[in-house]
């Protein structure tokens, strides 16, 4: 399982990928952070409750370095729904890296801050809680002078503008724009964009969506080989034609009205033209619920 979940992150933790994210979300395209200019670094730490050490794992980690002194840490949290905690684990995750600079074998060191970027991959709401400390406490009006306040930086991907949008040059845009698309008109109609990191971006667009049939379709060879993301749609429909074929000729007739492959084939290709990917995932191996869009879509009227 940790082998999988580090495998859908291996997007973010290109260079190319992490400066670019950055730089459009923070300097709004202005390419102030390089590629070069970033360097790994561990995303696990450790904290001490209970008398126990529990370890703590960002998503995504890097330290934004100038001739070798770290200018900051930066760091990505990856979500599919809000979290309502999300301001208490962030202030967690940063605390653990301040905690670390305040260790004395650090203290000629300089000091940098620490920026945790929560990326919510949402498509069906809006971030809907706090996104900062006091938005979660209940806090006596004596005390709040007294009380810190900690603000998230949380970026609904599926909800930037087109402006914004437009201004990401790496293999993330195909991500933004496939939840914009399937947000505002539940297709997905991709952009003859080229794809370097062909792979991972279907590994994160499948662990983002829910969906494994991008993960699974890295393993057709036309997949393997393409590098635009309308030619893997493409494939992806040919699989699923085939695919189609082959049920058609093993089910034959389906409640005395399937009569043959095409409407299955075709059922198929509306789904994934629409990227409706849970629906084809499950069509594909549940009979009932496969007759039952085969009647939603009015595919049977032909066969009555």
């Not at 971030?127 to 306040?149: A, C, Q």
Request: charged share 30%; net charge negative.
């Amino acid at each position: 399982m940790q082998e999988k979940d580090i495998t859908q992150k291996m997007l973010e933790h290109y260079n190319d990928v992490f400066a670019d994210i950055v730089n459009v979300l923070l300097f709004n395209g202005e390419r102030i952070v390089k590629e070069n200019s970033l360097i790994d670094t561990p995303t696990v730490s450790s904290l001490k409750m209970d008398g126990h050490t529990h370890h703590q794992n960002r998503d995504v980690s890097k330290y934004w370095q100038h001739n070798k002194i770290n200018i900051a840490m930066l760091g990505f949290e990856n979500q599919t729904s809000p979290n309502k905690l999300m301001p208490f684990r962030v202030i967690s995750y940063d605390g653990a890296e301040y905690g670390r600079q305040a260790n004395k074998k650090h203290a000629d060191e300089d000091n940098y801050p620490v920026i945790t970027l929560v990326l919510y991959f949402g498509y069906s709401q809006r971030w809907n809680y706090p996104k900062n400390i006091l938005g979660l406490l209940n806090v006596d009006d004596r005390l709040k002078p007294f009380v810190s306040d900690y603000n998230i930086n949380v970026f609904e991907i599926a909800f930037l503008d087109e402006e914004k949008r437009k201004l990401f040059k790496s293999d993330f845009r195909v991500l933004v724009d496939y939840l914009y698309q399937v947000r505002t008109n539940h297709n997905y109609n991709p952009e003859k964009y080229f794809v370097q990191h062909m792979q991972e971006v279907l590994d994160l667009m499948s662990a983002m969506t829910g969906d494994t049939i991008f993960e699974k379709s890295i393993e057709n060879t036309k997949i393997k080989e393409a590098h635009y993301m309308c030619d893997v749609i493409h494939a992806m429909i040919d699989e699923g034609v085939e695919r189609g074929r082959k049920e058609g000729r093993e089910e034959g007739i389906q409640k005395g009205k399937l009569e043959g492959a095409n409407i299955i084939i075709r059922l198929y290709e509306i789904l994934l033209n629409e990227g409706s990917m849970d629906k084809l995932k499950r069509a594909t191996k549940d009979e009932s619920y496969r007759y039952e869009l085969l009647k939603e879509y009015d595919l049977l009227k032909d066969f009555s």
